[in-house]
């Protein structure tokens, strides 16, 4: 079946530290691979995608690569800022694409 | 509209009360998607409808919750007979033509049993 394992949080971060997020998922096929962040009092909105193999998804200084060799889809940012405290979910969309597999999300606490 | 739009953005009812729950999606997306998001907890699955087909029910955790979409925009999520275990932040995405590219989501409806 399809399923997705991120790091457990919180995470807490200084200003300009570097960010690592891990995401496993297990997928039958060839599913597309997703993050997703919620900032305090809104919903969720899509931070960055990666439809197949070795590609690179990438937004706001965030990165993800879709590593299939690993079943991963590890979430990166060089330098994080406070706006960027959140909670990040991964997910995974089934080839039909009609149901999305969300990680239980991980929370992110940068400090100045 | 712009964005897929959810109302009311909270309710609180007592126990053993039905709740009604409303989805706008952007306009033209074929796809719509409810899913719980109880505190701690990850996303659950709830309904899925996709254009005129038979929506994917699988998700829905008892036969007190059902949902509707009408003219394929629209759609009504409704708990029958409210349980405190029901209270969650219930959030409802669309997409075009499946979401392979992402869905967009609603800010939720936040639902509180007491």
């Known amino acids: 079946g399809n399923s997705v394992t991120q790091m457990e949080g919180p995470v807490t971060l200084s200003e300009e530290a570097f960010l690592t997020i891990n995401c496993t998922y297990t997928a039958t096929g060839y599913p597309s691979l997703f993050w997703y962040v919620q900032y305090p009092g809104e919903g969720l909105q899509l931070l960055l995608k990666?439809?197949?193999?070795?590609d690179k998804g990438s937004n706001k200084g965030f990165e993800a690569t879709y590593r299939k060799e690993t079943t991963s889809f590890h979430l990166e940012k060089g330098s994080v800022q406070v706006s960027d405290s959140a909670v990040y979910f991964c997910?995974?969309?089934?080839?039909?694409?009609?149901?999305?597999?969300f990680g239980t999300g991980t929370s992110l606490t940068v400090i100045p | 509209g712009a964005g897929v739009s959810q109302s009311p953005s909270n309710k609180v009812t007592e126990k053993g009360k039905d709740v009604e729950l409303r989805c706008d999606p952007i306009s033209g997306h074929t796809a719509l998607y409810w899913y719980r998001q109880s505190l701690g907890q990850g996303l659950e699955f709830l309904i899925y409808f996709q254009g005129n087909s038979a929506p994917d029910k699988s998700g829905l955790p008892s036969d007190r919750f059902s949902a509707e979409r009408t003219g394929g925009s629209v759609s009504t999520l409704t708990i029958q007979r409210t349980q405190q275990e029901d209270s969650a932040v219930y959030l409802c995405?669309?997409?075009?033509?499946?979401?392979?590219?992402?869905?967009?989501f609603g800010s939720g409806t936040r639902l509180t049993v007491v």
């Open positions: 995405a669309s997409s075009q033509n499946g979401g392979n590219y992402g869905y967009t």
């Open positions: 990666a439809t197949k193999a070795d």
């Open positions: 997910a995974l969309s089934s080839n039909t694409g009609n149901q999305f597999y």
